[in-house]
């Protein structure tokens, strides 16, 4: 197992466009984040899901924001009419169900909105 | 958002000094974990701790749960030029059935060598 993986590690896009990206969890991890990160500050929780369930969503997601998790595998971030304030890393996290909390990150899409 | 107090917010030593960094709230976790993260790349998990009390090492690094379960703290001992980076707390606890996890503002760590 190679860990989490993000797609793309890098995006820039002009304001008013749309983008996603894409998280490939850790194999038979259920649980799966997204956070939003800038600079000089620690992660902040997006949403959440277990399995294919979207459980919780932050007041930081708004309507121009929607995440999937069609087969509770892989997972997508879709930002639409992207915004200069959007410009962040967005980092995907994943840990498993049980007892044990540890969650592992991957290394992150940066987003640069012109 | 909410962030965790990170303390301090950056600092520099000399090469084989230890380095202490604490992580405090005004919430009760269940779970603390510390993160290291370079420039452009995603956090990488270094400890975990679980219970209130515990004292956990990886290597040099060593961290432990506060006993009120609001804070936590990590020690490194030893820094080499590759401890340079920012350090992560971050706070685990559920909330409406969903296990969620508050990070802190980031400790930066420079190593003169």
């Known amino acids: 197992d190679t860990g989490v993986s993000q797609d793309p590690r890098h995006k820039i896009t002009k304001r008013g466009q749309n983008v996603t990206f894409r998280c490939d969890p850790i194999?038979?991890?259920?649980?799966l984040y997204w956070y939003r990160q800038t600079l000089g500050q620690g992660p902040e929780f997006l949403t959440y899901?277990?399995?294919?369930?979207?459980?919780?969503k932050s007041r930081l997601l708004s309507d121009r924001f929607s995440a999937e998790r069609p087969k509770g595998s892989f997972s997508t971030l879709e930002i639409q009419r992207t915004e200069q304030g959007d410009s962040a890393m967005y980092l995907c996290?994943?840990?498993?169900?049980?007892?044990?909390?540890?969650?592992?990150f991957g290394p992150g899409t940066r987003l640069t909105v012109l | 958002g909410q962030q965790l107090n990170q303390s301090p917010q950056s600092m520099f030593i000399q090469e084989g000094e230890d380095v202490s960094m604490n992580c405090t709230s005004s919430?009760?976790?269940?779970?603390w974990l510390w993160y290291k993260q370079d420039p452009g790349e995603g956090p990488v998990l270094l400890i975990a701790?679980?219970?209130?009390?515990e004292l956990t090492s990886n290597g040099r690094l060593t961290a432990q749960f506060g006993i009120t379960r609001k804070d936590s703290f990590l020690n490194i001992s030893a820094s080499i030029p590759s401890d340079v980076g920012i350090y992560f707390c971050?706070?685990?606890?559920?909330?409406?059935?969903?296990?969620?996890?508050?990070f802190g503002t980031g400790t930066r760590l420079k190593v003169l060598a």
């Open positions: 996290a994943s840990r498993t169900s049980g007892g044990h909390n540890e969650q592992f």
């Open positions: 194999s038979e991890h259920n649980r």
């Open positions: 899901f277990q399995n294919e369930a979207q459980l919780e």
């Open positions: 919430s009760i976790f269940n779970t």
């Open positions: 701790l679980y219970k209130a009390g």
């Open positions: 971050a706070g685990g606890t559920r909330t409406s059935g969903t296990y969620k996890y508050i």
